[in-house]
């Protein structure tokens, strides 16, 4: 591959967004639980949030990095930070990401309790201590601090980790805090419009279990920390984006199947092409068999003519009465002879006609042409006989 073109491709590649999640420093958060006023749907609630937001936040909304998590638009998680101090850490600018969550997010997706509890999670460099409230899909209150160096989560470091974090978190006693701790494993983000979370629950004296959390549409756009004016253009490109590429395969495939229909004709045209030149090779076998069968037929006639001439005149002669006489014999078929000639009166060659239809030797005569002119009568008939071997033997 030329250079040239090979760089250019890296270069474009490296511009492309990949399908990368960025995890943010959840330390760098502020969370808020707020309740969203009766009757607001869903499409406005992100409005009322935006707005409470603006009013409490000393920061222009465009300064700031936040989302929102809502319970069916009656109270949603609100989450911001100061731009600059949530893209902290990362390798490349919030916008090159496919998304950007805060790294307690994933965990607030499976935040049901049957009771009051407090669960600690760690993602990244961070850990948080999720407040869960019974029956609530949402945690009432999330605070976070940074991961300390050293940590042992396996089964006989995982208590004292524990301790460690609820002490840096500042949890007390009450509420009671869950059996173990969470860990997120890994981020999916391959589906168009949906992210799946894997995490692992480690609990001390039990083999650890891996829970799988998605969101997914709006509630992945609200989510998304670099604002809503960003997530709605985003969504927007990435839609007509995919738009666009459905149209291409779907110009791709129609393309291929155009060409596999073309490829199909040409060869039923040359299959057709074959048929046709193999039935004329058939068809002039066939010509060359019946010549050859005709060639045969007509050896054949000339043998009998050579061989039985004799014959069949003597078996004419048989019956023919002395008042008609011959004038002309000849045969062109193997058991055919044509005769012409004369008599005195045309009773004479009807007669003559019918003592040979009734010879044994004889199988029909045919063409009888007669006519009369100055007293004499001129005949023209063929006299079909059958088989020769028996004419073999006619005196």
Sequence with gaps: ??????????????????????????????????????????????GFVQLQLEAASPFPIENLAWGYLSENAERALVFAAALDRAAAGQSRPLADFWHAFPTFLPFCLGADALMDSVRICVAGRSASALFLKAGACLPTRVTSCP?????????????????LLAEKLGVSGDPALEDGLWLLDKTDCSAEERVA???????????????IYS????????????GRIF??????????????????????????????????????????????????????KV?????????????????????????????????RPGPVYFERASSAEWNVMRV???????????????SLSGDPD???????????????????????FKTLDDLAQAK
């Excluded at 629950?201 to 891996?210: I, K, N, V, Y």
């Excluded at 969101?215 to 670099?226: F, M, V, Y």
């Excluded at 012409?340 to 019918?354: H, K, L, N």
């Design 147 to 163: 991961l300390p160096q050293g940590l042992d989560f396996g089964p006989t470091g995982l208590a004292a980790a524990k301790a």
């Design 340 to 354: 012409e000639g004369q008599a005195q009166r045309a009773d004479q060659v009807q007669s003559y006609v019918e």
């Design 197 to 211: 979370f894997t995490m692992r629950q480690l609990r001390e004296g039990q083999p650890e279990s891996l829970c």
């Design 231 to 284: 997530a709605e253009t985003t969504r927007k490109n990435r839609r007509a984006a995919y738009a666009v590429w459905l149209a291409f395969c779907g110009a791709g495939i129609f393309a291929a199947v155009l060409l596999v229909a073309q490829v199909l004709v040409l060869g039923m045209v040359l299959l057709g092409s074959y048929y046709r030149s193999v039935a004329h090779g058939n068809l002039n």
């Design 362 to 384: 004889v199988r029909e005569v045919r063409h009888v042409r007669t006519s009369s002119s100055g007293g004499k009568t001129t005949f023209d008939m063929e006299i079909v």
């Design 287 to 319: 010509e060359e068999l019946q010549n050859e069968a005709d060639f045969a037929a007509n050896l054949d006639s000339v043998t009998e003519r050579q061989m039985k001439p004799f014959s069949m005149l003597a078996v004419a002669n048989r019956k």
């Design 1 to 46: 591959m030329n250079l040239a073109l090979k760089h250019k491709l890296e270069l474009l590649d490296s511009r492309l967004p990949k399908r990368e999640t960025a995890l943010l420093s959840a330390e760098a958060f502020i969370c808020r639980a707020m309740d969203i006023p009766a009757g607001t749907s869903a499409a406005d609630a992100g």
């Design 215 to 226: 969101i997914s549409g709006s509630s992945l756009w609200n989510a998304d920390a670099r």
